[in-house]
């Protein structure tokens, strides 16, 4: 039986870390080679420790993240400081929303603005999203794995970039697609990664045409959080 508790699924990302890794993207290639070079200066054993931060949001020690603002004090002073307020904003994060996929593993459509959220995503490269979702099912594998998290933007005047992955909400339910160009004007071609499953000698997620003025919500997918393994 499930406990009624739920766990945090994104862990707690520190403010000096969060702007640890916004100057990191600033100064890199200026201030600093490469996280060899970075990582030697910071008292790190390897560069993997960098990526760790950068890459997997492990939060850094708030010594080490000193010694690299006072080793790089000239070029955070030249015009590379990150306000406070930017950093809160990341650190505020966007609202997480759960849901839950259906038997088929498409879920069926309910506003997402009745439900409250379960949680916050926050981390650099999400400020401009509206909220984050769950991936339910494998049609998009392995582009999106099932029980990952995605952050969203939602784009109000549906303005579709071809090739791109978005979440739609489209009819009676919600999913992930690719969005193809299609021969039609004012229709795109919902693509699924997933062409390996089969049901019998059909694809089991075969590409379908959607009208684009029927879809409801239209959501680019801008970051992915994928689950770690341990």
Request: aromatic share 10%.
């Amino acid at each position: 039986m499930e406990s009624p508790e739920k766990t945090n699924k994104i862990k707690t990302v520190r403010p000096e870390t969060l702007e640890f890794i916004i100057l990191y993207n600033q100064l890199r290639g200026r201030a600093f080679t490469g996280n060899a070079q970075l990582a030697e200066v910071l008292g790190f054993n390897s560069a993997s420790s960098i990526t760790e931060i950068i890459k997997s949001r492990q939060n850094i020690d708030p010594e080490k993240f000193r010694i690299f603002k006072e080793r790089y004090k000239d070029f955070i002073g030249g015009g590379t400081y990150v306000p406070a307020a930017q950093v809160t904003k990341v650190a505020e994060g966007i609202p997480m929303y759960e849901i839950t996929a259906t038997a088929s593993g498409v879920e069926v459509y309910n506003d997402i603005n009745d439900t409250q959220p379960v949680g916050r995503m926050n981390f650099p490269g999400i400020e401009d999203c509206d909220f984050a979702l769950p991936v339910w099912g494998h049609s998009m594998y392995p582009y999106l794995e099932n029980g990952c998290w995605v952050a969203l933007k939602v784009i109000h005047d549906k303005k579709i970039l071809p090739g791109e992955v978005y979440y739609i909400e489209w009819g009676d339910y919600r999913m992930y697609k690719r969005l193809l160009l299609s021969d039609n004007e004012g229709e795109v071609i919902a693509h699924s990664d997933n062409t390996t499953e089969m049901v019998g000698h059909q694809l089991k997620y075969a590409p379908f045409p959607i009208k684009i003025a029927d879809i409801k919500k239209l959501c680019l997918v801008k970051d992915i959080h994928k689950k770690h393994n341990h």
